[in-house]
Each structure stands twice: as structure tokens, then as C-alpha cells.
Nanobody, 126 residues
Framework: VQLQASGGGLVQAGGSLRLSCVAS????????MAWFRQAPGKEREFVAA????????YYADSVKGRFTISRDNTKNTLSVQMNRLKPEDTAVYYC????????????????????WGQGTLVTVSS
């Protein structure tokens, strides 16, 4: 599966952004999906994950209550709505896909994911 992320940009602290990731090549609903991010000088970290059907989501503590992950299997699209953004949210955001037999499972470790998008930069100014 190929992944193309978009939607990044510059936003002031307290603002909102919506990232999208369009998948192509295989059956999107066969994949559990997630967003990760990597800030300058730091390791890639988990942000949010969703199961194959979209009914189960899991968030990093740092974004819980501010970010909402969702997917539309009819449009092969993964999204994350990011509200109340903070300067520490500044990073390159990556979408990731894992082919999963388990319909309800979510995964939060980067090594579990087989496919990655190219990343989109989010910059939050203070």
C-alpha cells in the first residue's frame, strides 16, 4: 500500500490543523493505521492509532483530548484532527499502515508498521 500524507503547515499555538493520508494500491480496510511524529533531534513517537474499521482508537497521553483520529474506508483516507495545538506538537507527522488479521486491534509501536507515508511538517508557533 502507498501512503500520501498532506495538510501540514504553520499554525499559532491554540489553533487547529487537520492532516490527511490517502492510501492506494491495496484494500485499505485490511490495514490498521496510525500517526507518528518526529520532532527535530528526537526519535519518532506514537501519536494515535485506529483499527481496521475505525471504531477503536488509541492515543498518546500527550495528545489525548486534543487530537482525534478517524478513517473513511470508502475514500481510503486516514485523518487526524488536531486542536489546541502547542509548540511541542511541532514535528513531521507520518501516517503508517499495518496489515492486520485482527479487526479490532490497534498498534502503537513503530516497528509494527510495514508501510509509511512521506511525512508532512506541522509547525506550531508560540
Amino acid at each position: 500500500v502507498q501512503l500520501q500524507a498532506s495538510g501540514g503547515g504553520l499554525v499559532q499555538a491554540g489553533g487547529s490543523l487537520r492532516l490527511s493520508c490517502v492510501a492506494s494500491g491495496n484494500t485499505f480496510s485490511d490495514y490498521a493505521m496510525a500517526w507518528f511524529r518526529q520532532a527535530p533531534g528526537k526519535e519518532r513517537e506514537f501519536v494515535a492509532a485506529v483499527n481496521r474499521g475505525g471504531g477503536t482508537a488509541y492515543y498518546a497521553d500527550s495528545v489525548k483530548g486534543r487530537f482525534t483520529i478517524s478513517r473513511d474506508n470508502t475514500k481510503n483516507t486516514l485523518s487526524v484532527q488536531m486542536n489546541r495545538l502547542k509548540p511541542e506538537d511541532t514535528a513531521v507527522y507520518y501516517c503508517a499502515a499495518k496489515e492486520s488479521i485482527a479487526y479490532y486491534s490497534v498498534y502503537s509501536t513503530s516497528s509494527q508498521y510495514n508501510y509509511w507515508g512521506q511525512g508532512t511538517l506541522v509547525t506550531v508557533s508560540s
